[in-house]
């Protein structure tokens, strides 16, 4: 819950040739402007200045890989190619009756205004919707600042871009979902085989009472 810092980087798993961080929830992967100086590229080289040359994987974001805020980053070029390859994405949880697969397509917003982001097909301006498939199992119901919510366990079974709903999610909600202090979107295991080794790391679950005293089970 501390705020973000050029020195705070998670590290959950380092080898020669790969680094797992647990990106802090209010810091952008990289960024264009100017005035946004502190993202996770630049935690990176200041944490491993040493490999931040122009073979490091830092700079181009090559062969980045995983399910925010885990994320998988190549330590070299060279090893950015297999990572993409042999990578798969795999999301474990608890057991639960409250079950079901949400089923529909998404395309690309042609909207005045709208077009850096996706729809759902049937909607306004929605071009070229593609199939779209999530699972998602119910783990608990309870309140966020006194507003009924339910944690649930997702899995995209397809890799459409924004195609899981999120609490918090202020693009996609044209702005108006502003009252939770982040996106309530959490990967908690990720495990990604390599060529040359096995990847398996799991980053503790923010969305307790214990971490947030707005959440009541």
Not at 77 to 99: D, F, I, K, M, T
Not at 161 to 170: A, E, K, N, W
Request: charge should be neutral; include cysteine; glycine fraction near 6%.
């Amino acid at each position: 819950m501390e705020p973000g810092s050029i020195d705070n980087l998670s590290i959950l798993y380092q080898s020669s040739d790969f680094i797992v961080v647990n990106k802090h929830w209010d810091i952008r992967i990289d960024s264009k402007m100017w005035y946004e100086t502190l993202t996770l590229q630049s935690q990176l080289k200041y944490s491993f200045h040493e490999l931040a040359g122009p073979e490091s994987c830092f700079w181009s974001r090559c062969g980045w890989i995983g399910a925010w805020p885990l994320l998988l980053v190549p330590v070299r070029r060279a090893r950015a190619q297999p990572a993409n390859q042999l990578s798969a994405l795999q999301v474990r949880g608890h057991v639960s009756q409250s079950r079901m697969t949400i089923r529909y397509a998404i395309g690309k917003n042609t909207s005045e205004g709208m077009t850096h982001m996706m729809c759902i097909d049937g909607t306004e301006g929605c071009e070229n919707p593609k199939p779209c498939q999530s699972e998602l199992i119910v783990l608990e119901h309870g309140s966020y600042s006194g507003d009924p919510v339910t944690k649930v366990l997702l899995q995209p079974l397809t890799g459409r871009t924004h195609q899981l709903p999120i609490v918090g999610d202020f693009t996609y909600s044209h702005r108006k979902d502003s009252s939770p202090y982040r996106m309530m979107l959490h990967a908690y295991y990720l495990r990604i085989p390599t060529g040359k080794e096995l990847i398996e790391v799991c980053a503790p679950d923010p969305f307790v009472t214990a971490m947030d005293s707005n959440w009541v089970p």
